[in-house]
């Protein structure tokens, strides 16, 4: 057993002086990159024996104030000149960079926002540029108020509070107005019945004025001229002319007639709310 011991402690000890002797030959796991090819029989530029590779090895080429500036690869990717690098500064280069994966400059990353400190990772902006559509140039607020870092193209939360003011009353600059024949006719805001938090229903109950029934259901510009839904006018079809309807109402003492529908709920001519006659006269 002590000379299987000692054969083994032996070998173990030829093996590593190998492995520090040489290497590039028995130990390298892949092809460098394009830019530290020079490095491709001196292991120990990057690496420590049985260590790994630190930090300062890295900083020893690559100073953290000119990373992003320098016009390398960073600079394709986020299209600006970036130095985030100083948030890192108790982070390992390897948890992003990896070697030994090909000779390509196009490597991935494996960059994961959780390394960065709060105050860097609150400010996306400060690595990314802001979109320039109409939606994104309307907003306010943190990009990560919407978006999350693992899936950016996913929405996780938006909220119309986050809308620059004098922009949130302009809904079909970011929303596709409806064709359907109700809305073609309307030219007003769309928060005059909707809200922001729920889209449907409506929030007007047209009824609640004047029922749309019988030959009243017709197109809105019949009854709100020029697509003004804060006034409407009965002097569009059949007797309803001034004359005629200041004729039909004085036959029956009514003299305050000009808004129709405080009176007339309805096509239903018995459904009439008599608000209209003079005081002191009989309503029944």
């Given at each position: 057993?002590?000379?299987?011991?000692?054969?083994?402690?032996?070998?173990l000890?030829?093996?590593?002086?190998?492995?520090?002797?040489?290497?590039?030959?028995?130990?390298?796991?892949?092809?460098?990159?394009?830019?530290?090819?020079?490095?491709?029989?001196?292991?120990?530029?990057?690496?420590n024996?049985?260590?790994?590779?630190?930090?300062?090895?890295?900083?020893?080429?690559?100073?953290?104030?000119?990373i992003?500036?320098?016009?390398?690869?960073?600079?394709?990717?986020?299209?600006?000149?970036?130095?985030f690098?100083?948030?890192?500064?108790?982070?390992?280069?390897?948890a992003?960079h990896?070697?030994?994966?090909?000779?390509?400059?196009?490597?991935?990353?494996?960059?994961?926002?959780?390394?960065l400190?709060?105050t860097?990772?609150?400010?996306?902006?400060?690595?990314?540029?802001?979109?320039?559509?109409i939606?994104?140039?309307?907003?306010?607020?943190?990009?990560?108020?919407?978006?999350?870092?693992?899936?950016?193209?996913?929405?996780?939360?938006?909220?119309?509070?986050?809308?620059?003011?004098?922009?949130?009353?302009?809904?079909?600059?970011?929303?596709q107005?409806?064709?359907?024949?109700?809305?073609?006719?309307?030219?007003?805001n769309?928060?005059?019945?909707?809200?922001?938090?729920?889209?449907?229903?409506?929030?007007?109950?047209?009824?609640?004025?004047?029922?749309?029934?019988?030959?009243?259901?017709?197109?809105?510009?019949?009854?709100?001229?020029?697509?003004?839904f804060?006034?409407?006018?009965?002097?569009?079809?059949?007797?309803?002319?001034?004359?005629?309807?200041?004729?039909?109402?004085?036959?029956?003492?009514?003299?305050?007639?000009?808004?129709?529908?405080?009176?007339?709920?309805?096509?239903?001519?018995?459904?009439?709310?008599?608000?209209?006659?003079?005081?002191?006269?009989?309503?029944?």
């Amino acid at each position: 057993m002590n000379k299987l011991m000692i054969v083994g402690a032996v070998t173990l000890v030829v093996i590593s002086l190998l492995i520090i002797k040489f290497p590039h030959t028995l130990i390298n796991p892949g092809e460098l990159s394009i830019g530290h090819q020079k490095f491709n029989n001196n292991c120990f530029v990057c690496h420590n024996p049985f260590q790994g590779v630190p930090n300062t090895k890295c900083i020893a080429c690559h100073q953290l104030d000119e990373i992003g500036f320098k016009g390398d690869s960073l600079d394709k990717l986020f299209n600006k000149n970036i130095s985030f690098h100083k948030a890192l500064i108790q982070q390992k280069c390897t948890a992003c960079h990896l070697e030994h994966q090909g000779i390509s400059p196009d490597q991935k990353l494996t960059f994961e926002h959780t390394l960065l400190d709060q105050t860097t990772v609150q400010n996306c902006l400060n690595c990314h540029q802001k979109q320039e559509d109409i939606l994104h140039s309307a907003l306010s607020t943190s990009c990560n108020n919407c978006h999350n870092f693992e899936n950016w193209k996913t929405i996780t939360h938006f909220d119309h509070e986050m809308i620059n003011k004098d922009q949130s009353q302009n809904c079909i600059s970011c929303h596709q107005k409806p064709t359907d024949k109700l809305h073609s006719g309307i030219v007003s805001n769309c928060l005059s019945c909707h809200s922001v938090t729920k889209w449907k229903p409506a929030t007007f109950e047209h009824s609640s004025y004047f029922v749309l029934d019988q030959d009243h259901n017709t197109d809105c510009i019949v009854c709100h001229k020029n697509s003004n839904f804060e006034a409407y006018t009965c002097y569009g079809c059949h007797e309803h002319t001034p004359s005629n309807i200041a004729s039909e109402h004085r036959e029956e003492g009514i003299s305050d007639f000009n808004n129709c529908v405080r009176c007339h709920k309805s096509a239903d001519e018995d459904n009439i709310n008599n608000e209209g006659r003079p005081r002191g006269e009989d309503n029944d």
